[in-house]
């Protein structure tokens, strides 16, 4: 578990200063190619930088209010209070994580912040609903999972970031379409070519790249998180039945979206439903299957 903590700080580290690094390229070639002279440089560090602090602090809120969520009360939600309450104990958690839902009629739910002391569980109005109570437990526990082994922190910068590099793709779309690309040719304008080209191949392969990131954040934390669950429920069946129930509902999350998708401990778009009923999962699912983590699950008991 220590470990596992201590390598997901690490990578949290290294991806931010890769993302500072790869957005300055970007945006250095961004600059250039729009006639912004040698400040091109000196604007690309300061955005880049300003970015990754602004995704580090404020990717819970940003991430929230994405899904429209809104904070959880005792009066309304008092099984969902109870279950996390008790779940502190067995959980060895210091700080409470803060409850948050999101009227949908899929039963579904994620974590996210940037640490313990910052941390957030968020279900949808349909899983309060839905599932009984040692399910809910089994979801509760899998997202209190992820926040005592710092794979919201990692999920969470990704997911921001990621969206960050897709809105500059964006931008320089528009930038070609205005013509800003009209006085290249002149290398003593334009600064350093090669650094122009680096942050061109930037531009073009980080959404593959960030993207590939993000799933495979993703995939590969499930299985840990749904393991560290049954360690604090002492209950495989309810994780096991919890997920059975959410895998088989035909709805749609209304709030969910590309850059968020990962994060939710089931694969929130329908359309993309018969991933998770293959064994095996490719490169492009957002989780493995939720057949390879019933079958885990069940080599547990």
């Known amino acids: 578990m220590f470990e596992v903590i201590r390598k997901n700080k690490i990578e949290s580290i290294a991806i931010v200063l890769g993302f500072i690094l790869a957005i300055s390229l970007i945006l250095y070639y961004i600059f250039m190619a729009l006639d912004f002279g040698y400040f091109a440089i000196i604007f690309a560090l300061t955005f880049s930088i300003i970015s990754a602090w602004a995704s580090y602090y404020y990717s819970d809120k940003i991430i929230l209010s994405l899904n429209k969520a809104r904070p959880a009360t005792k009066d309304e939600n008092l099984k969902l209070v109870n279950i996390l309450d008790s779940l502190m104990v067995s959980s060895g958690l210091e700080h409470r994580p803060k409850l948050y839902v999101v009227e949908d009629s899929q039963p579904n739910a994620f974590a996210t912040g940037r640490d313990p002391e910052h941390s957030i569980i968020c279900v949808t109005t349909a899983l309060l609903n839905r599932l009984d109570y040692y399910e809910l437990e089994g979801v509760i526990a899998h997202e209190m999972s992820h926040i005592k082994n710092y794979d919201i922190r990692l999920s969470a910068i990704v997911t921001v970031m990621v969206g960050f590099v897709v809105m500059l793709s964006d931008i320089f779309s528009r930038a070609l379409f205005w013509g800003g690309m009209r006085s290249r040719n002149d290398d003593s304008k334009n600064g350093n070519a090669i650094l122009m080209l680096i942050g061109l191949i930037f531009l073009i392969l980080s959404p593959i790249f960030g993207k590939l990131m993000q799933l495979a ?76 983590r019933i079958a885990a699950l069940r080599n547990l008991e």
Do not use: C
């Open 217 to 292: 954040v993703s995939r590969k934390r499930e299985f840990l998180a749904d393991a560290t669950a049954v360690e604090f429920t002492r209950n495989p069946d309810g994780l096991i039945s919890a997920l059975q129930k959410l895998d088989s509902d035909p709805n749609e999350l209304e709030t969910a979206n590309n850059s968020t998708a990962h994060m939710y401990i089931v694969n929130p778009f329908r359309k993309n439903a018969t991933n998770s009923k293959r064994k095996s999962s490719s490169i492009w699912s957002t989780h493995p299957s939720t057949a390879d």
